[in-house]
């Protein structure tokens, strides 16, 4: 069952409860920031992932120092599960078994653009801190990319079990109608478990013992 609002991994980065203006003074200066570069993260950040929440300045500094106050392997952790997440991607672009759109293969071509880039927002050459607009803008988007990543590591995890022959297109196929047949069974499933028995409408006392 998928998250309303997925992220590349189990535990979230708590931007969505950094508000503009809140603690801005007490965090400026975390990182050294541009106003224009900012503002060109969030339009990018939005090409990918129009409902993505906005990126200012202030959030971005808040969310710097609250990944300078945790313990240096959480920290890393932070970072390194996010930047893991996007191989997945990469490795989607690069299968010819799987038949991203044009559009998808658009979106991830952008992240991953921006991901390989060292002159970004927050030079990567800053300890601990270098690559947090790279995990950030993988943590906004990653809705974009959600599904198709799912699928792709589902199919992925069928390949591998079954070695299913044929054409890339073919082998596609016989993972479709795998998961076609798996939800009708489960739906066949339910439907037994709803039914009764014996008709639940008999007559009380149709067998009496003298």
Same mark, same amino acid.
């Given at each position: ?63 710097? +120092? ?56 927050? +030079? ?87």
């Amino acid at each position: 069952m998928r998250m309303f609002h997925p992220t590349p991994t189990a535990q979230p980065l708590p931007f969505d409860h950094m508000y503009s203006g809140m603690g801005a003074r007490e965090n400026a200066g975390a990182i050294p920031l541009s106003d224009a570069a900012v503002v060109q993260f969030d339009q990018l950040l939005h090409e990918i992932h129009a409902d993505a929440p906005r990126v200012n300045a202030d959030r971005l500094q808040q969310l710097a +120092a609250w990944l300078l106050k945790l313990p240096t392997e959480q920290a890393r952790e932070v970072i390194e599960s996010r930047l893991q997440s996007v191989q997945e991607l990469r490795a989607l672009l690069e299968d010819e078994d799987w038949d991203a759109d044009e559009a998808a293969h658009a979106r991830i071509g952008k992240l991953l653009a921006y991901i390989d880039r060292e002159d970004d927002l927050i +030079a990567d050459r800053i300890p601990v801190l270098g690559q947090l607009d790279d995990v950030l803008l993988i943590e906004l988007a990653w809705p974009a990319f959600a599904e198709e990543a799912e699928d792709y590591r589902d199919f992925t995890a069928y390949r591998y079990a079954h070695h299913p022959a044929g054409r890339a297109d073919e082998r596609r196929a016989a993972w479709v109608r795998e998961r076609l047949d798996e939800v009708a069974l489960w739906q066949h499933a339910m439907w037994v478990r709803e039914q009764h028995y014996a008709p639940w409408n008999l007559p009380r006392g149709l067998f009496r013992v003298s």
